[in-house]
């Protein structure tokens, strides 16, 4: 068993902090250390401790950065690398004018292959060892997809989306044959390695009624199944959508009269929702999912964190990308802080970073495997800089404290502060930092 032991300040969350003054809900070490052996975090404790039970082992030094664990992005779109900043549209016109057009390029399975390397490289590059994506109608896109990811050992979610109206010739399926697709990529991919399948049905707007029954009935054949969508994003496309399906009470009810919506549903963007949508939400344990480099760049809206949690809502936080405008959890948080600031609701970055982690982990039930640095969960890690730039590293010789330093990372940082990542233990960038055996090192204070 080949073991190493990362040493660096370490931050984990064992609950979501209340506030800031929140010290049990998260352990923080000045001196800490992680041990890893075949891709599972081991032991994480005070480095002089794990290094004395240890003492054989490797150590990788990361002083004087912050070892997390690594982000995790609850929507993302693989298909969209090159959408990304696309000027002058809202949602409806984005989607006709650049998006649709873009994903017509992934019939091509070498496309969808080149595609698929330069997308997990820019997950890792930010930090990101965990997402959960929008493939394309084509089936060789999720298969890119999830050969890439299992090529990388990355815990992966995604799903080729089902999508057969209101949109080119060359990006529909139809029932059947988004069925018949769904169901072999589940057989060929879910729970093969570390990757998760996701029934994707895109939105109520570009499936038919038959579509959303053969979504139906894949849920419930494969109840194991993530399932992904969007809801009330757009004022325009909130009408549209009632207009295709007159019989629906609101537009989440076209989502629930198909029997789509339950503790494993992720539902993009939930911005405009009516009361009644809001006490379904609460019914059946779906979960919006916050994109707010998105919603601020199609001009969608704000999205009401605190309302939503008042009802005891837990929601995601996302890039959306390439409606998003950023793969960088960082820079997600960063404009979440601003559009929760425009309604009054200020979130401490203790409880920000929980969200990008463990949060995002606790919405898709696993916890226990990924999102923190707890002993038994996968070693997916972030190395973060606070001091990348030099603007930061001016900010931070006033920093006080941990909580500081993690806002002066959401407000201000970005890839350059990603100093390194672990996916299933194993270092992604390379020529970083300082590997030794410990009997080299200085002995621990
Ligand atoms: N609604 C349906 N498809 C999409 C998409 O690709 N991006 C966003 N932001 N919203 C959508
Ligand atoms: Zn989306």
């Known amino acids: 068993m080949t073991q190493t032991l990362l040493r660096g300040r370490l931050l984990t969350f064992h609950r979501e902090p209340q506030s800031g003054d929140d010290l049990d809900a998260y352990t923080y070490l000045d001196d800490g250390a992680v041990l890893i052996a075949d891709g599972i975090i081991r032991?994480?404790?005070?480095?002089?401790?794990?290094?004395?039970?240890?003492?054989?082992?490797?150590?990788?030094?990361?002083?004087?950065?912050?070892?997390m664990a690594g982000f995790i992005d609850t929507h993302i779109h693989f298909p969209q690398v090159q959408v990304i900043a696309s000027w002058g549209a809202q949602l409806l016109d984005w989607l006709n004018n650049y998006t649709f057009p873009e994903e017509t390029r992934f019939a091509s399975e070498t496309h969808c292959q080149t595609m698929a390397r330069a997308f997990f490289d820019q997950l890792t590059a930010h930090g990101t060892t965990t997402a959960v994506a929008f493939c394309s109608v084509h089936k060789t896109s999720a298969d890119a997809f999830f050969s890439e990811a299992t090529r990388r050992n990355m815990r992966m979610l995604g799903g080729k989306v089902l999508m057969d109206r209101n949109a080119p010739d060359a990006l529909r399926d139809t029932p059947q044959s988004g069925y018949d697709e769904t169901k072999a990529l589940i057989a060929d991919w879910h729970g093969r390695g570390r990757n998760g399948y996701v029934i994707s049905p895109r939105f109520a707007i570009?499936?038919?009624?038959?579509?959303?029954?053969?979504?139906?009935?894949?849920?419930?054949?494969?109840?194991?199944?993530?399932?992904?969508?969007?809801?009330s994003e757009n004022r325009d496309e909130i009408a549209f959508?009632?207009?295709?399906?007159?019989?629906?009470?609101?537009?989440?009810?076209?989502?629930?009269?198909?029997?789509?919506?339950?503790?494993?549903?992720?539902?993009?963007?939930?911005?405009?929702?009516?009361?009644?949508?809001?006490?379904?939400?609460?019914?059946?344990?779906?979960?919006?999912?916050?994109?707010?480099?998105?919603?601020?760049?199609?001009?969608?809206?704000?999205?009401?964190?605190?309302?939503?949690?008042?009802?005891?809502?837990?929601?995601?936080?996302?890039t959306d990308v390439g409606a998003g405008t950023?793969?960088?959890?960082?820079?997600?948080?960063?404009?979440?802080?601003?559009?929760?600031?425009?309604?009054?609701?200020?979130?401490?970055?203790?409880?920000?970073?929980?969200?990008?982690?463990?949060?995002?982990?606790?919405?898709?039930?696993?916890?226990?495997?990924?999102?923190?640095?707890?002993?038994?969960?996968?070693?997916d890690l972030v190395i973060l800089n606070a001091r990348a730039t030099e603007a930061m590293a001016l900010r931070m010789e006033r920093a006080r404290n941990v909580a500081e330093e993690l806002f002066v990372l959401q407000m201000m940082g970005d890839d350059r502060s990603?100093?390194?990542?672990?996916?299933?233990?194993?270092?992604?960038?390379t020529g970083v930092c300082r590997t030794s055996k410990n009997n080299l090192l200085t002995e621990p204070a």
């Open 43 to 67: 032991d994480t404790g005070p480095f002089a401790t794990l290094w004395a039970k240890a003492p054989d082992t490797p150590v990788t030094d990361h002083r004087p950065h912050l070892m």
């Open 206 to 231: 570009t499936s038919s009624p038959e579509q959303m029954e053969m979504a139906q009935a894949l849920v419930s054949e494969n109840p194991d199944c993530h399932i992904q969508t969007h809801l």
């Open 241 to 318: 959508t009632k207009e295709l399906y007159p019989q629906a009470r609101d537009y989440l009810d076209v989502y629930q009269s198909y029997g789509l919506l339950g503790e494993k549903t992720l539902l993009g963007h939930a911005i405009h929702l009516e009361p009644r949508e809001i006490d379904a939400l609460t019914e059946t344990g779906a979960h919006p999912v916050f994109c707010p480099t998105s919603n601020l760049f199609l001009g969608s809206g704000l999205f009401d964190n605190a309302g939503l949690r008042r009802r005891g809502i837990a929601n995601g936080i996302a």
């Open 326 to 379: 950023s793969y960088s959890m960082l820079q997600t948080m960063n404009d979440g802080y601003k559009i929760l600031q425009l309604q009054g609701q200020t979130l401490h970055p203790l409880q920000t970073f929980h969200w990008a982690t463990r949060g995002n982990a606790c919405l898709l039930g696993l916890e226990n495997r990924i999102g923190t640095l707890d002993p038994g969960t996968e070693a």
């Open 418 to 429: 990603i100093e390194q990542v672990y996916v299933s233990g194993a270092p992604q960038k």
